[in-house]
C-alpha cells in the first residue's frame, strides 16, 4: 500500500517541476517565448519562473500554474514525438526518488540540456531526432574510442582523443569533436541509453505519472491550499 501524500509532498513535487521547467523547454526545443505563448502568459513570467533566489525561486509558480504547465508537458510527451522529452520526465518526475537521486538525476539533465538549442521562435520542429541533439557528444566521443587505446567512447577522455583524431582526418568534423570534448562527461548517461531512449514507451512514461492529477485534488481539496507556501 503507497504511502498517503501530503500537502508538504505536494510541495516539493512543484518546486522539483520548476526546477525542470527548463529542461523540459529545452527538450522541446522551444524558446522561452514559445512556451509563454502555449500557457497565455508573458515572456518574463516564464523568465521569472527559471530564476533561482536562495534556496527557492523569485517567483514560485502557483499550484494553478504547476497544473497547467505539467499537463502541457504530458500532452507533448502523448504526441509521441520528443523522446528526450519522455526521459527526462520520467527521470525527474518519479516521487520515489529521495532527495539525493533525484539532484543526481536533475544536475545530469541540467547538463546536458544546456548543449541542446533551441530554435528561434516559430520555427520549432514537430518531432527531433535523438540522434541529432546528440551528435557532438557521439561523435566526439566515439571517434575518441576508435583513436584512444584505453579512452573510453562516453567519457570526456574519449572525446578529447577524438578530437585530435577528427582534426587530422577531417577539418570540417573537428568543430563536431569540440563538441563532443565539451559535452562528453555531461551527457554520458544519454549517450549510453540513446537506443533505449529512441524507443521509449510514451504511453508507459505517462501511465507510471498518472496518479499525480488525483493526488492533486485531493491534496488541495483536504487541505483548501492554493498559495504558494
Known amino acids: 500500500m503507497s504511502k498517503r501524500k501530503t ?17 523540459f523547454r529545452k527538450c522541446l526545443s522551444w524558446t522561452i517565448e514559445d512556451m509563454a505563448k502555449k500557457i497565455a502568459v508573458t515572456k518574463p513570467t516564464i523568465s521569472y519562473f527559471d530564476k533561482v533566489e536562495g534556496d527557492g ?7 494553478i500554474q504547476y497544473f497547467a504547465l505539467r499537463s502541457m508537458i504530458e500532452n507533448e510527451i502523448s504526441k509521441k514525438q520528443f523522446p528526450l522529452l519522455a526521459k ?5 518526475m518519479d516521487v520515489d526518488d529521495n532527495d539525493e537521486i533525484w539532484t543526481g538525476k536533475y ?3 541540467l547538463q546536458a540540456a544546456d548543449t541542446f538549442s533551441p530554435l528561434k521562435s516559430g520555427t520549432t520542429k514537430k518531432a527531433k531526432k535523438v540522434s541529432d541533439v546528440l551528435l557532438g557528444g557521439i561523435i566526439g566521443s566515439s571517434t575518441g574510442a576508435a583513436a584512444g587505446a584505453a579512452a573510453s567512447a ?3 577522455a574519449g572525446a578529447l582523443a577524438g578530437l585530435s583524431a577528427t582534426a587530422v582526418l577531417s577539418p570540417m568534423i573537428a568543430p563536431v569533436a569540440i563538441g563532443g570534448l565539451i559535452v562528453g562527461g555531461a551527457m554520458t548517461f544519454l549517450i549510453k541509453d540513446k537506443e ?14 498518472s496518479s499525480w492529477k ?12 492554493l498559495s504558494n507556501e
Not at 533505449?196 to 505517462?206: C, M, T
Not at 488525483?214 to 491550499?225: G, K, P, Q, R
Open 88 to 92: 527526462a520526465y520520467s527521470d525527474l
Open 107 to 109: 544536475i545530469n539533465w
Open 214 to 225: 488525483t493526488d492533486f485534488f485531493d491534496i488541495i481539496a483536504e487541505s483548501n491550499d
Open 196 to 209: 533505449k531512449i529512441e524507443k521509449i514507451d510514451y504511453k508507459k512514461v505517462l501511465k507510471d505519472a
Open 7 to 23: 500537502i508538504n509532498d505536494l510541495k516539493v513535487e512543484k518546486m522539483r517541476f520548476q526546477y525542470c521547467l527548463p529542461i
Open 154 to 156: 562516453t567519457t570526456t
Open 57 to 63: 525561486f523569485k517567483r514560485p509558480i502557483t499550484y
